[in-house]
Antibody, heavy 123, light 107 residues
Framework: QMQLQESGPGLVKPSETLSLMCTVS??????????WAWVRQPPGKELEWIGNIYYGGSTYYNVSLKSRVAISVDTSKNQVSLKMNSVTAADTAVYYC???????????????WGQGTLVTVSS | DIQMTQSPSTLSASVGDRVTITCRASQYVSDYLAWCQQKPGKAPKLLIYKASTLKSGVPSRFSGSGSGTEFTLTISSLQPDDFATYYCQQYNHYPYVFGQGTRLEIK
């Protein structure tokens, strides 16, 4: 059973860079069967997709965040990372690492979710 | 961007009731529609994918239907564990979009 665990600073100052890691167990980051994603949820609000990364390294980002976001993988550590620069209070949210399977080159629904990590943007 | 609109936003019901939640997409999403359940302080859990396929291990009282732009999630007989917030999500087009959520509360 795949498990995802987010880690990173819980407090980031405005204008700085948010950096989170997701450690994957029970599955390989290098498998073409899976894709990896980040989703966030501001307190009391709905879920927002941030972006996906696929086998081979191709990425797709939410246009609303695209210029500030980068998702990458570290195959040596079996980890997925999220970096978001120039953060503001509006980026305060619980950030989830998510995964799904790829079937016939088509990403399927988000099947595995990490427990989430709260990141607060404040000076 | 596609917009996903759920109705109702809040639903009050009793144990044993049959309830239906609707999700409408502003554009065609085929059957690339998922439903997930979220409880306070917890991560969402996938219930249904491809609009009507029940994830393994999810109770059979949950069912999904629809295609194109209109979808429904039905719980045939509410159990105490089902009181939570439910989200639909389209994954046919980028950006992936979630509905605003339907909070299912005890009457």
């Amino acid at each position: 059973q795949m498990q995802l665990q987010e880690s990173g600073p819980g407090l980031v100052k405005p204008s700085e860079t948010l950096s989170l890691m997701c450690t994957v167990s029970g599955g390989s980051i290098t498998s073409s069967t899976f894709y990896w994603a980040w989703v966030r949820q501001p307190p009391g609000k709905e879920l927002e997709w941030i972006g996906n990364i696929y086998y081979g390294g191709s990425t797709y980002y939410n246009v609303s965040l695209k210029s500030r976001v980068a998702i990458s993988v570290d195959t040596s550590k079996n980890q997925v990372s999220l970096k978001m620069n120039s953060v503001t209070a509006a980026d305060t949210a619980v950030y989830y690492c998510v995964s799904g399977v790829v079937i016939a080159s088509r990403p399927q629904a988000f099947d595995y979710w990490g427990q989430g990590t709260l990141v607060t943007v404040s000076s | 961007d596609i917009q996903m609109t759920q109705s109702p936003s809040t639903l009050s019901a009793s144990v044993g009731d049959r309830v239906t939640i609707t999700c409408r997409a502003s554009q065609y999403v085929s059957d690339y529609l998922a439903w997930c359940q979220q409880k306070p302080g917890k991560a969402p859990k996938l219930l249904i994918y491809k609009a009507s396929t029940l994830k393994s291990g999810v109770p059979s009282r949950f069912s999904g239907s629809g295609s194109g732009t209109e979808f429904t999630l039905t719980i045939s007989s509410l159990q105490p564990d089902d009181f939570a917030t439910y989200y639909c999500q389209q994954y046919n087009h980028y950006p992936y979009v979630f509905g605003q959520g339907t909070r299912l509360e005890i009457k």
